[in-house]
């Protein structure tokens, strides 16, 4: 029973797999199940017969494509040899055209290789030329000419032998003059206007506005320099513009069209207020100290200067005023005109020691600027030295011109501290001056006293 149970299953499986039209029906009896297993072998068949006729017809076709590619192999050879004979034929013909070239060309070879190098090294000239500005298209001419030489399947015309001296004449002409015309310039905007700019030679070209343009080569345009020289140079410039003949003082850059060495270190040259941004902190803080110590002795000068005038009042005055630090100390004496000599020389001693610290006020202040702005801008230098060191130490050393901008940044505050200690101590010495003189005369005026005070005792 079991194994009448297991056959089935079996052959259920093998319909499964070999005929999906009869798995999806369901066998009810052992003769239908028979049944099914017997369709199920001839589809298969049909279909593997099915399968080995396409075999044999690719295999058929395969074969006649395999003929064609032999055949277009074929051709492609027999092409090529012939193309190869063509090639060597037209070698052979090529070296014999250019043989005869050279022959015809004879002498002339050797003028067309001086105009190919004078177009060459003139195309290069236009390039950055400010007279392209003036007269553009140039280099066009010159890019033909060099093709049409470079190409030696026609030779130069007369005329354009001719055009080629001309443009070289018109250049060395043109470099000696001052001329205005009228073209666009591009503003710091990006927008463009058209306006009447000067050029003088091949130096420089400056705007109707006295300002400083730089030609770009590559789309033949005047632009506006986003940083213009400082100083007279501009001044120069407008009075160029604005002049109709005559001379003119003007900053020509000769080292070069474009705006030359000499004119962009000028121009990135740092001005006073952006050197003393340099300075940073520490440079505000000297600046600071600097403007407190310029104030201070200006106001202490002041105040001495009509100190001084009162004193000079009170020396013309029979009677003491309490207005100033003389008549303060003479006072003394009025007061106590019966005091032994001792005790009046201890009381005036007194009032003058009182009116010392009043004459030199802010006095130890403006010494202490003067030595602490020093220090302070060493303490600057220092700091930016730092700072330097530690970006070559990232970046390393490979620009110079960072590590010396750094390095001149570093030195402003040094700068700095110096400009504000020199003055300070000028203005502590004259200011201290001032104030010395006061005091003398007070003391002068109070060692008087006592002399004639001891002279009365003596005399009575």
């Known amino acids: 029973m079991k194994m009448s149970l297991i056959k089935p299953a079996i052959i259920a499986s093998v319909l499964a797999v070999t005929s999906s039209s009869v798995m999806a029906e369901e066998a009810r009896t052992l003769d239908q199940l ?14 593997n017969r099915a399968r080995e006729a ?7 076709r395969q074969a006649r494509l395999l003929e064609e590619a032999k055949d277009m192999r074929e051709r492609e050879e027999r092409r090529s040899a012939r193309l190869e004979k063509t090639f060597e034929k037209n070698e052979l013909i090529v070296a014999d055209k250019g043989r005869q070239l050279k022959e015809r060309l004879g002498t002339l070879t050797e003028l067309f290789g001086h105009l190919t190098s004078t177009a060459g090294d003139l195309r290069s000239s236009f390039a950055n030329s400010l ?7 140039r280099d066009q001419f010159l890019d033909q000419l060099i093709a049409k030489m470079a190409g030696a399947e026609q030779l130069p ?17 043109e470099s000696g003059k001052v001329v205005s015309f009228t073209t666009e310039v591009a503003k710091l905007g990006g927008e463009k206007e058209t306006r009447t700019v000067v050029r003088v030679g091949t130096f420089n070209v400056i705007s109707d506005e006295g300002r400083y343009l730089q030609y770009i080569a590559e789309n033949d345009t005047l632009a506006e320099l986003a940083r213009q020289p400082s100083g007279a140079y501009l001044g ?10 005559g001379k003119v003082p003007f900053g020509a850059d000769p080292t070069g069209p474009t705006g030359g060495s000499f004119l962009a270190a000028l121009i990135n040259s740092p001005t006073i207020s952006e050197r003393w941004h340099q300075g940073g902190n520490v440079g505000y803080a000297i600046t600071a100290v600097g403007v407190l110590a310029f104030v201070l002795a200006i106001w202490r000068l002041i105040v001495l200067a009509g100190m001084s005038t009162k004193v000079n009042a009170q020396l013309q005055s029979g009677k003491a005023n309490d207005d100033n630090p003389l008549g303060r100390v003479l006072m003394v004496h009025e007061q106590n005109p ?3 000599t001792e005790t009046l020389e201890l009381k005036l001693s007194e009032a003058v020691m009182k009116e010392v610290p009043k004459i030199e006020l802010g006095l130890n202040l403006l010494k202490i600027i003067a030595a602490v702005a020093p220090l302070m801008g060493l303490l600057g230098t220092v700091t930016g030295m730092i700072i330097t060191f530690q970006a070559i130490t990232i970046f390393g050393a490979g620009d110079p011109k ?9 030195l402003v505050t040094t700068v700095l501290g110096l400009l504000v200690a020199i003055p300070t101590v000028l203005l502590h010495t004259f200011t201290n001056g001032q104030a010395k003189k006061i005091i003398h005369v007070l003391d002068e005026q109070s060692t008087g006293i006592i002399a004639e005070h001891t002279e009365a005792q003596l005399g009575k």
């Open 54 to 60: 396409r075999f044999r017809s690719d295999k058929r």
């Open 34 to 47: 028979l049944e099914f297993v017997k369709q199920g072998q001839a589809t298969e068949a049909k279909e």
């Open 236 to 245: 120069w410039a407008s009075d160029l513009a604005e002049a109709t003949d």
């Open 157 to 173: 015309s007369i005329e354009e032998i001719e055009r080629l001296w001309f443009e070289i004449q018109r250049e060395m002409t």
């Open 338 to 340: 019966t005091m032994d």
């Open 402 to 410: 960072a590590m010396a901008g750094g390095i001149s940044g570093a």
């Open 131 to 137: 007279i392209s500005a003036q007269y553009p298209g």
